[in-house]
């Protein structure tokens, strides 16, 4: 069967962006490596490598041409003309396409061609743009969770887009075209989960017969010796530096537990935590070389995030080498958390943080150490057993229809 397949793996960019284009990426590249006919199709480009297939409409993302772009984010016209050709290329049965991202530059029109000429289509869900129409539950706003029901009155009357209403009145149309694409995601068959978490949350709204398979994200990470953790006083935040990260948390909980703490990362709080905690040591960006150091050196990575997050890889970094992790109940990290084992939870606050810190402190943490790197080397995410899951999950879905 795999040697007749083709997938094309659709995302909005063919480079690094983030962590749905990094998973589409590293897909494309272990499919192709394995013999599949693989195309990747995008729409905002940058110079590559890579070996499979690329087709790209070569537009900015959306948000960079103004109100044009912002029109064409819409229902993309050049998209659909050039994905139509693809389609009418290949056989639709034996062809996957596999979705990752679509809301930043190509558009929901994908849907609605790939329904149209019959092909199977997976999407992987990464954040909550497929019902959500600021893509995360969360209002920004008010610095907390989102609980209103998507596209219902109350969330229409809502201020809770990043920059401002008129732009959050512009998403809320954006999310009308796209339930038409989808027919109120009737058109969406199967679906990957990256994490218990995260599908739970939008299950209610897919149809009831929709496909669900957890596939984790394929990550890198070359087993290297466990850490020496209880040599190490640094508490560590790896990741973006904005409100909805829960970095501030982090920072007040190591100032008042008086405790050496590392925020490694930018963002548009950097400046003003810095300011604000001058005991912390804000590193700003640095190269993944870099990051590991940190959290080799580290007591423990903290990660404390008040929006719900997909399925946080760096979380899986750490306990790869060891390094126990303090997570947010209220985010996808608990999905690999097995609380007094491998690392902690905690309710999401300040004062949650900084009682959870205290009893990690007490603690035999080179136990704790020792289960998070052989609980994780027993069963590693790596790209072997991706695309394993990638390919049953595709051939079951070809079967479906013989």
Known sequence: MKNNLNVIIVNDFDYIQGGASKVAIDEANVLYKNGINTIFFSSTHEDNDYKFKQVCTNQNECLKDGIKGLFRNLSNRKVKKEFSKLLDSLDNKNTIIHVHGWTKSLSSVIFKVAKKKKFKLVLTVHDYFLVCPNGGFYNYKKNKICTKKPMSLNCIKCNCDSRNYMFKLYRLFRQVIQNHNTKKLKNIDYIISISDFSVDKIKKYLKEDVTIKKIYNPIRIKKSKIINVDKNNNYVYVGRVSQEK?????????????????????????????????????????????????????????????????????????????????????????????????????????????????????????????????????????????????????????????
């Not at 709080?269 to 080799?296: A, C, D, S």
């Not at 309710?347 to 009682?355: A, F, Q, W």
């Not at 072997?384 to 390919?391: F, R, V």
């Open 246 to 402: 829960g970095v501030d948390i982090f920072c007040e909980a190591i100032t008042k537990l008086k405790l050496n703490g590392v925020v490694v990362g930018d963002g548009f709080l950097k400046e003003e935590l810095e300011q604000k905690y001058p005991n912390i040591n804000f590193t700003g960006w640095v190269k993944p070389t870099e990051v590991e150091k940190y959290m080799r050196n580290a007591k423990a990575l903290i990660f404390p995030s008040r929006w719900y997050e997909g399925a946080p890889l760096t979380i899986l970094e750490s306990v790869a080498i060891g390094l126990p992790c303090i997570v947010s109940n209220k985010c996808a990290g608990v999905d690999f958390i097995e609380n007094n084992k491998n690392g902690l939870l905690y309710d999401g606050t300040v004062e949650g943080l900084t009682k959870c810190i205290k009893k990690y402190e007490k603690m035999d943490i080179k136990d704790i150490s020792k289960y998070a790197y052989s609980n994780y080397w027993d069963n590693p995410f790596d790209e072997e057993l991706h695309y394993k899951n990638l390919i049953s999950y595709y051939e079951e879905i070809i079967k479906e229809d013989k």
